[in-house]
């Protein structure tokens, strides 16, 4: 099996073990995980992302981090490039849902990646060298 096979078979059985969380058990682990992220007292500007899908929910965290700084990937489909854009809110009309569900600021107020404490990417397996399975 190649490395391509491999992936393609890993991410069907994670995808199967996915569908049977409930809905509560993934409010919960959302939950945890913003909790755990409070406790990091991060004080800089963070970069996450607003879920799609079935993604851990960092939207309670990024509230409270609107005055000091949050970011998320605002992106380019065409170039395939991304860069991080300012939060002011979490909803219309400061956000738009562009595609496949990606939300953005509806603003574009980037953020040099130099400003960037800390970055909370999406991912639902990595390997033991920390490298994302990808969606």
Known sequence: MNLRESKTRLRLEIASRLKTCSEIDRRNASAQVCSRLESLSLNGMIMAYLPIQDELDLSPYLQTRLTSGAAVPVVDWNSKTMHA?????????????????????????????????????????FDANCNRLGR
């Open 85 to 125: 854009g300012r939060l002011v809110g979490l909803e219309p009309p400061d956000v738009v849902v562009g595609k496949h569900g990606v939300r953005s600021p509806a603003e574009n107020h980037p953020v040099p990646v130099e400003e960037l404490q800390a970055i909370l990417v999406p991912g639902v397996a």
